[in-house]
């Protein structure tokens, strides 16, 4: 199985409001969702972004740690353990890392960690199992560049 490996940089946008256009797109395709940052507070403002996208809109999450994280469709957690079986990754701390067993990984990261970015793109290079894009914000709008 190939794995699809996008790398978000965001420069308009905050990271919030990029994560809850991502899982409104994977929920559309019927999938669900696993956030992972391991800061507890970017959790929190992740989580609250999601709960307030709209009355008729809000995306239900939840903690991974948390009882009945299996029901929920967007879960949010320090590791990459998903008790809801989502085939969706969110890294939102900019922080690569190997995550066997799902189908689509999404790394973001600001300008300011596009080195580290950088080294885990070369890192993949050569792999036959990993299908990777870039995308970037321009005027407003994620522009796919490589």
Known sequence: MTQKLDFWQYTRDPLEKVVALITRRVLGEGERVLVVTAEAQQRAAISRELWQAGP????????????????????????????????????????????????????????????????????????????????????GRWVKKG
């Open 56 to 139: 008729e809109s809000f995306l239900a999450n939840g903690e991974a740690e948390a009882p009945g994280a299996e029901r929920q469709p967007i879960l949010l957690s320090g590791d990459l353990a998903a008790p809801n079986g989502a085939s969706h990754l969110i890294l939102a701390d900019g922080v690569y890392r190997d995550s066997e067993g799902f189908a689509r990984v999404f790394l973001l990261f600001p300008p300011e960690a596009a080195p580290e970015a950088r080294q885990a793109w070369r890192a993949q290079d050569g792999r036959a199992d990993i299908e990777r894009a870039y995308f970037a914000q321009e005027d």
